[in-house]
């Protein structure tokens, strides 16, 4: 079984910043993409920003120099370091990876729990 764990999620005021972390534990041979999505009410969920496990990454145009994707391979984890949150960030984030359990089989899709970003005054 694989699990992933979100954590950072929270009230801030416009213009600030927050660092989400996306933990994956298990039985895990190997992570491929690493992604996060976000959902706001009454709207279908949305790419946010993915990175590959070649470090390329690919933002959603909306979060594109506020938003920076970054993995660590070792601990099996990726961020999401938001900075100038502005009020229609506001949604609930959450993080995607693609792992293989086993050398031979073949990448599944994960998702985390989701956490609330609330960017208000």
């Known amino acids: 079984q694989v699990q992933l764990v979100e954590s950072g999620g929270g009230l801030v005021q416009p213009g600030g910043s927050l660092r989400l972390s996306c933990a994956a534990s298990?039985?895990?041979?190997?992570?491929?993409?690493m992604g996060w999505y976000r959902q706001a009410p009454g709207k279908q969920r949305e790419l946010v920003a993915t990175i590959t496990s070649g470090q390329t990454t690919n933002y959603n145009d909306s979060v594109k120099g506020r938003f920076t994707i970054s993995r660590d391979n070792a601990k099996r984890t990726v961020y999401l370091q938001m900075n100038s949150l502005k009020s229609e960030d506001t949604a609930v984030y959450y993080c995607?990876?693609?792992?293989?359990?086993?050398?031979?089989?073949?990448?599944?899709?994960?998702w985390g729990q989701g956490t609330q970003v609330t960017v208000s005054s």
């Open positions: 995607n990876q693609e792992i293989k359990s086993r050398s031979w089989q073949g990448w599944s899709t994960y």
């Open positions: 298990g039985n895990i041979f190997s992570i491929n993409v």
